[in-house]
């Protein structure tokens, strides 16, 4: 037996994978063990339930792999007692094998990373300095270099381009610059406008739909990070580019810029900045490279505008967006990395064969009879589940949590801890905003019943990714009108997790059902948890989320359970 343990700890989105017998066993994340989202500065709750509900013991695994991310306040065991055997990979690298080996693409593939930057080269930058001793020691051990391109010659990796042909990946270019100052600065101008809370990323692409051009706000934008074909290379206006910039007379000009103007206005002229930036680098890299597919990963790609940009206007016949584009990703991609290259780091890798689920139900599950023993010794009023129940309860405008079968793994809820609404009417969404204690511009996202999606998107391209809700599709308009809780008003577009009876067959089911019921094979899914909380992890808290009046009835495993 072969037992591979990925992990990625630092600075944001921690989580830990387990790789057994050449196949994906589980990834769960930190912040859905310590309820706060997006926290990285430690895997030691996500670590210890893993070893303990798959019976591993930390001696006996053979490798963890990992990136070099800074850890900061880290002592686990796998730091303290098991150096010997951590291995490191190139965060690039990581998203790149990732989102390549989930995709399934068997040939002819470009594999592109975008990121905030790679702050883990900072580390290693840093290192002469780190290694004099006055930092906690786990940093000089993060020091550690894996390749001697990094090691002589450091700098900060912000995206990656790889191409996968005849078997073997090879990449063909790495970035020090991209995309990431744009997104800092977006959030810097929401900030300064007022627009405050988690997502604000989220939040500027919601706005972004609702402004209009502005040449000098577009010009400023366009001027931060521009891809030069001549050098491959990114060129910025300005050192604002830099990770961690916050002063300076150009944030300055950006700021108050951003201030004269409105903030929907802003917005939309830092995505239209933001994807016409990735036009050019996706149309540069098609021309070069003629790949009939591309994957994407990095958080850039959790812009689910921009993926449809790329979906529908580069000639590729399928792109896939890794569900976990982010770096929750990353502790997954280096156990696939570290399976990929038994070689180590070279300049291209041949494919091995692996077991990769075509799901991402990878995070923490419980047996029916934890699930048995929780219903019956906590909750006062419940029954066997009935599709049949659930059909009239959503039918009758009921919103319902759902808490079954193994977790997701990503941003993403794809019916196992999700919340379900009739979409049919318009005044939901300030509804479940009120209920959620939400406070997002983004529209609520649909489940769609997979055998009538071309009824109601133009997909005309690729529908790889919509499994996984990772890109947006225009609403064809018979349907404006009959599902408008899950529409994007201002364009018309939605988000959609198309659902297969293999991707989903509980979901299936319910779809099918509610779709017999009513002729409407659609129900809107969100994430099961109230706003800034992460996706809810354990059965109490679901029954929680129930008491506190946040859905009206919740599905736990194989049962209804009512307040
Ligand atoms: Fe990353």
Redesign the pocket.
């Known amino acids: 037996m072969s037992t591979i343990i990925g992990f990625n700890c630092g600075v944001h989105d921690a989580s830990v994978s387990l790789l057994q017998n050449n196949e994906v066993k589980a990834v769960y994340t930190e912040e859905r063990f310590s309820c706060f989202k997006q926290r990285g500065d430690t895997i030691t709750q996500p670590l210890t339930q893993l070893l303990k509900d798959f019976d591993i013991d930390l001696n006996n695994v053979d490798m963890f792999a990992t990136t070099t991310s800074l850890v900061i306040n880290e002592t686990n065991d796998i730091y303290e007692h098991h150096r010997e055997r951590v291995k490191f990979y190139p965060?690039h690298l990581c998203?790149a094998i990732g989102a390549l080996l989930f995709s399934k693409f068997e040939d002819d593939t470009m594999v592109l990373t975008l990121?905030a930057g790679?702050f883990n080269i900072q580390a290693l930058k840093f290192g002469d300095r780190l290694m004099d001793g006055d930092v906690d020691k786990t940093v000089k051990f993060h020091a550690k270099p894996w390749h001697d391109r990094y090691q002589n010659n450091c700098y900060c990796v912000f995206g990656s381009v790889s191409v996968y042909r005849n078997g073997t990946l090879r990449t063909i270019k790495e970035f020090n610059l991209n995309f990431g100052n744009l997104y800092l600065m977006g959030c810097h101008t929401m900030y300064a406008h007022g627009i405050r809370g988690t997502n604000i990323e989220g939040k500027l692409m919601g706005l972004s739909s609702q402004g209009k051009y502005n040449h000098d706000l577009y010009t400023l934008y366009r001027s931060l990070c521009r891809f030069d074909a001549a050098t491959e290379s990114f060129e910025s206006l300005s050192q604002c580019a830099q990770p961690g910039f916050a002063n300076g007379w150009l944030h300055h000009k950006i700021i108050n810029l951003g201030l004269q103007h409105d903030v929907r206005d802003c917005a939309y002229n830092l995505q239209k900045a933001l994807q016409d930036g990735v036009s050019e680098l996706v149309q540069f890299y098609k021309n070069k490279l003629n790949t009939r597919r591309i994957c994407l990963s990095?958080?850039i790609f959790a812009n689910v505008k921009v993926n449809q940009l790329i979906n529908e206007n580069f000639g590729f016949d399928e792109i896939f967006v890794m569900p976990a584009m982010?770096?929750e990703g990353?502790s997954l991609g280096a156990a696939l990395t570290a399976y990929y290259t038994p070689n180590g780091i070279t300049d291209a890798y041949t494919v091995h064969p692996i077991k990769v689920p075509d799901h991402v139900y990878l995070g923490k599950g419980y047996t029916d009879e934890e699930i048995d023993s929780f219903i019956k010794s906590q909750c006062k009023q419940y029954q066997p589940f009935d599709h049949s129940v659930l059909t009239k309860e959503l039918q009758s405008g009921k919103i319902v949590g759902v808490f079954r079968g193994r977790s997701e793994y990503g941003p993403r809820a794809l019916g196992n801890r999700s919340i379900l609404v009739d979409p049919s009417n318009r005044d939901t969404f300030s509804v479940l905003n009120h209920r959620l204690q939400r406070n997002e511009i983004m529209p609520f996202a649909p489940a769609i019943l997979s055998e009538r999606v071309d009824e109601i998107l133009h997909c005309t391209h690729s529908k790889r990714s919509a499994q996984f809700m990772t890109t947006c599709y225009n609403v064809r308009s018979e349907w404006i009108n009959k599902i408008p809780a899950v529409i994007n008003v201002y364009d018309n577009t939605c988000r959609p997790q198309i659902v297969t009876s293999s991707s989903n067959v509980w979901l299936h089911t319910v779809l099918n059902n509610y779709n017999d019921a009513t002729g409407i094979p659609v129900l809107l899914n969100t994430s099961f948890n109230t706003h800034g909380y992460p996706i809810i992890n354990e059965p109490s808290q679901a029954y929680d989320e129930l008491r506190n009046n946040v859905v009206d009835i919740v599905v736990i495993g194989d049962y209804i359970v009512y307040a």
């Open positions: 965060h998203h990121d790679d990095g958080g982010s770096d990353i």
